[in-house]
């Protein structure tokens, strides 16, 4: 498969534990922040967002925390299976502009 | 099936041969927009497009040229493509992306140029 990027963090966890990724964004202005997974040879898969007013989200086995104090977001991922292992990656937006600013991203490996 | 569909997947060009990267959505969205990956970068912004006939630069614009012509599709060109622009491609769009929404991507244009 096509490599997104060769010098990423990396993040390993056993099958069945939790994950926890994490981004520091850049801009205090920003107010919608969004986690993409992105697997070998694909591009971006939408996997949960959550806007300022808010600290904390839930989806499907997916949590997202924000932290607007330190600018940080994580994803926590709940009983990690072998089919999360990707990329992750975060993007920020401010309301009214066009511009989305992306993280490098970490690669999850999800050891059997 | 709501998608964004690009093509070629993978070229592999000659320097200075001009190539179009093709970009269309059927989710009816106003706002389309390119951007390039990095080994060690975020994805970076190339163009975008609000809607029909109306686009503007993003970070990286120098190199390439756009056209909204439709509101569905949205082309990547490379008038005069050289090595630095080697990069994997990915086109993206949103219902509006200035309310602050979901961006869906496409699976990616692989450019080599030699």
């Known amino acids: 498969g096509e490599s997104v990027g060769l010098h990423l963090p990396t993040l390993s966890v056993q099958e069945g534990d939790n994950s926890i990724i994490n981004c520091a964004y850049s801009?205090?202005?920003?107010?919608?922040f969004i986690w993409y997974k992105q697997e070998s040879g694909k591009g971006p898969q939408f996997i949960i967002d959550?806007?300022?007013?808010?600290d904390k989200r839930q989806g499907q086995r997916v949590t997202v925390l924000l932290n607007k104090t330190v600018k940080h977001l994580s994803l926590q991922i709940a009983a990690t299976q072998p089919g999360d292992s990707a990329v992750y990656f975060c993007a920020e937006n401010t309301s009214g502009t066009y511009k989305y600013i992306f993280g490098t991203g970490t690669r999850l490996k999800v050891l059997a | 099936e709501a998608q964004v569909t690009q093509n070629p997947r993978y070229l592999i060009t000659v320097t200075g041969k001009k190539l179009t990267v093709t970009c269309s959505q059927n989710?009816?969205?106003?706002?389309m927009s390119w951007y390039r990956q990095d080994p060690g970068l975020g994805l970076r912004q190339i163009y975008y497009s609000m809607n029909v006939e109306v686009t503007d630069k993003g970070d990286v614009p120098e190199g390439y040229k756009v056209s909204r012509k439709e509101k569905r599709n949205f082309p990547l060109i490379l008038e005069s493509p050289s090595p630095n622009q080697t990069s994997l491609y990915f086109c993206?769009?949103?219902?509006?992306?200035?309310?602050?929404?979901?961006?869906?991507f496409g699976e990616g244009s692989r450019l080599t140029v030699l």
């Open positions: 989710m009816n969205h106003e706002y």
């Open positions: 993206a769009s949103s219902p509006s992306g200035k309310r602050g929404g979901e961006l869906f």
């Open positions: 801009n205090s202005a920003s107010d919608y």
């Open positions: 959550i806007r300022s007013n808010m």
